[in-house]
């Protein structure tokens, strides 16, 4: 196994790009965990060490590792229509069907869907849509897309257009126009920033209901009520990113929710088929839908190969199936609540934690050199208790962008309280390695 560890991780620095990954890094060491199977809460790499997924992959398999009956209606799809297109006069039964449960399940009114491949692709197809609709609207002026500080939407070049954190944007010399960064928390500088760029200019404001790969960032009490009011007033759609918060993620089946709003369209992707199909997809509410119908000329010139994919879609209608019948949504709250007590204990044991937040099963640790004034390392310190943690047996992933210092936990909705306790008790082993 050891063996067959270092001739695959010797082909992976080779040919292999990884996303996301320093590619000095993987050239020094190489893959470090070369994944071959999971079952529930739990991954095996080749040498057969088993971790807790803690990270839920990257914040995708809702429903754990190693489902059969998923696999299996991906057989029976694939076997019967593996892939026809939904251009045009086309269309297939699972994405009909998956398309009216989420008109069923989605927050207010929102009702058509529009399929994509996964979250980047559906924040591309969200600016693109919500500026075609001010064009048939007649106010073609209406392009600006204000998004949040420290958001993260995705990398196709929209969608990093959009994204709050700089380093995304810096990576590449040239993105989309007309995209502007507010205050994550603070309603008084979205209507300043409106103000600022002219009412009339502003197609559309996006926000995550939790900011996830920016640090897990929960908005304060109101927020959201604000920000849709705002939106109402200067006649802006308000565009929320489930990406990572939809499909019970945080205890509820939308992030939105907890606040008590509704948007007027939505991204999704991930937790919609827990990782087990490349999906995503945007909605729109009715109205904007009826809009569309009346106003609408020609073709909608915009559509993936992948847009409606039957095998995608019959694997999603079978993971919100096991979703529900397996109550998930109701433990990702129970256990949740499990996961801030036990990082609340770790906080009280460890010098090094400063504060710990967390909704549904989405948690974050900050790492502080003094508890007192919050004062930070001067290297990021949380990539060490990453890779303590890993050692034990357990995987999270550290945010260290704009100064952050913060380990992020999202597990699968299925984890139970014997296995929480051992995520807990392995974080606490790993800070103490370090402090
Ligand atoms: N939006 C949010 C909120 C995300 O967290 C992500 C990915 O983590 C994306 C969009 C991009 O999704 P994908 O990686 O499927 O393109």
Same mark, same amino acid.
């Given at each position: 196994? $050891?063996?067959?560890?270092?001739?695959?991780?010797?082909?992976?620095?080779?040919?292999?790009?990884? !996303?996301?990954?320093?590619?000095?890094?993987?050239?020094?060491?190489?893959?470090?965990?070369?994944?071959?199977?999971?079952?529930?809460?739990?991954?095996?790499?080749?040498?057969? +060490? /088993?971790?807790?997924?803690?990270?839920?992959?990257?914040?995708? #398999?809702?429903?754990?590792?190693?489902? $059969?009956?998923?696999?299996?209606?991906?057989?029976?799809?694939?076997?019967? &229509?593996?892939?026809?297109?939904?251009?045009?006069?086309?269309?297939?039964?699972?994405?009909?069907? &998956?398309?009216?449960?989420?008109?069923?399940? *989605?927050?207010?009114?929102?009702?058509?869907?529009?399929?994509?491949?996964?979250?980047?692709?559906?924040?591309?197809?969200?600016?693109?849509?919500?500026?075609?609709?001010?064009?048939?609207?007649?106010?073609?002026? +209406?392009?600006?897309?204000?998004? +949040?500080?420290?958001?993260?939407?995705?990398?196709?070049?929209?969608?990093?257009?959009?994204?709050?954190?700089?380093?995304?944007?810096?990576?590449?010399?040239?993105?989309?126009?007309?995209?502007?960064?507010?205050?994550?928390?603070?309603?008084?500088?979205?209507?300043?920033?409106?103000?600022?760029?002219?009412?009339?200019?502003? @197609?559309?404001?996006?926000? $995550? !209901?939790?900011?996830?790969?920016?640090?897990?960032?929960?908005?304060?009490?109101?927020?959201?009520?604000?920000?849709?009011?705002?939106?109402?007033?200067?006649?802006?759609?308000?565009?929320?990113? $489930?990406?990572?918060?939809?499909?019970? +993620? /945080?205890?509820?089946?939308?992030?939105?929710?907890?606040?008590?709003?509704?948007?007027?369209?939505?991204?999704?992707?991930?937790?919609?088929?827990?990782?087990? @199909?490349?999906?995503?997809?945007?909605?729109?509410?009715?109205?904007?839908?009826?809009?569309?119908?009346?106003?609408?000329?020609?073709?909608?010139?915009?559509?993936?190969?992948?847009?409606?994919?039957?095998?995608?879609?019959?694997?999603? &209608?079978?993971?919100?199936?096991?979703?529900?019948?397996?109550?998930?949504?109701?433990?990702?709250?129970?256990?949740?609540?499990?996961?801030?007590?036990?990082?609340?204990?770790?906080?009280?044991?460890?010098?090094?934690?400063?504060?710990?937040?967390?909704?549904?099963?989405?948690?974050?640790?900050?790492?502080?050199?003094?508890?007192?004034?919050?004062?930070?390392?001067?290297?990021?310190?949380?990539?060490?208790?990453?890779?303590?943690? *890993?050692?034990?047996?357990?995987?999270?992933?550290?945010?260290?962008?704009?100064?952050?210092?913060? &380990?992020?936990?999202?597990? !699968?909705?299925?984890?139970?309280?014997?296995?929480?306790?051992?995520?807990?008790?392995?974080?606490?082993?790993?800070?103490? *390695? #370090?402090?």
């Amino acid at each position: 196994m $050891e063996n067959q560890h270092e001739q695959l991780a010797s082909l992976d620095q080779k040919h292999f790009l990884h !996303p996301t990954t320093s590619i000095k890094q993987q050239q020094a060491t190489g893959p470090d965990f070369i994944f071959t199977k999971g079952k529930g809460v739990r991954l095996t790499d080749i040498k057969g +060490r /088993t971790v807790i997924d803690g990270m839920s992959s990257l914040w995708n #398999v809702n429903i754990g590792h190693g489902r $059969e009956e998923i696999a299996q209606t991906a057989y029976e799809q694939m076997k019967t &229509l593996g892939y026809s297109s939904c251009f045009a006069t086309f269309s297939n039964e699972p994405a009909i069907q &998956l398309a009216a449960k989420l008109a069923e399940i *989605a927050p207010g009114n929102l009702s058509a869907t529009f399929f994509t491949s996964g979250g980047s692709e559906s924040n591309d197809t969200a600016y693109k849509l919500a500026r075609h609709y001010w064009m048939l609207k007649g106010q073609p002026k +209406r392009k600006k897309i204000i998004s +949040r500080s420290q958001s993260y939407h995705g990398v196709a070049v929209g969608a990093t257009s959009a994204t709050g954190l700089k380093p995304f944007r810096d990576f590449t010399n040239s993105l989309a126009p007309d995209f502007c960064y507010v205050d994550h928390f603070s309603p008084e500088a979205l209507r300043q920033m409106i103000e600022r760029e002219g009412p009339e200019t502003v @197609a559309a404001y996006i926000a $995550e !209901p939790v900011q996830g790969a920016g640090g897990l960032h929960i908005a304060p009490d109101g927020y959201f009520k604000e920000i849709r009011s705002i939106c109402d007033e200067y006649g802006i759609l308000f565009i929320t990113d $489930e990406v990572i918060t939809g499909f019970g +993620r /945080t205890g509820t089946y939308f992030g939105v929710d907890h606040y008590g709003v509704a948007p007027d369209m939505m991204c999704f992707a991930k937790g919609v088929s827990s990782g087990y @199909a490349q999906l995503g997809g945007v909605m729109i509410s009715e109205n904007m839908h009826n809009d569309f119908k009346q106003l609408s000329e020609g073709t909608l010139l915009h559509g993936y190969t992948y847009s409606g994919h039957p095998t995608a879609c019959a694997v999603a &209608l079978k993971n919100l199936e096991i979703l529900e019948r397996e109550n998930l949504i109701n433990n990702a709250r129970v256990m949740g609540e499990e996961m801030l007590k036990g990082f609340q204990k770790i906080q009280s044991l460890r010098s090094i934690v400063g504060d710990v937040r967390g909704l549904g099963l989405m948690g974050a640790v900050e790492i502080v050199k003094n508890k007192e004034t919050k004062e930070r390392f001067a290297e990021p310190f949380a990539p060490k208790v990453v890779a303590e943690a *890993a050692k034990r047996g357990l995987i999270c992933r550290s945010v260290v962008f704009d100064g952050q210092d913060t &380990l992020v936990f999202a597990p !699968p909705l299925v984890i139970n309280s014997e296995e929480m306790n051992e995520l807990i008790s392995i974080l606490n082993d790993a800070i103490e *390695a #370090v402090e």
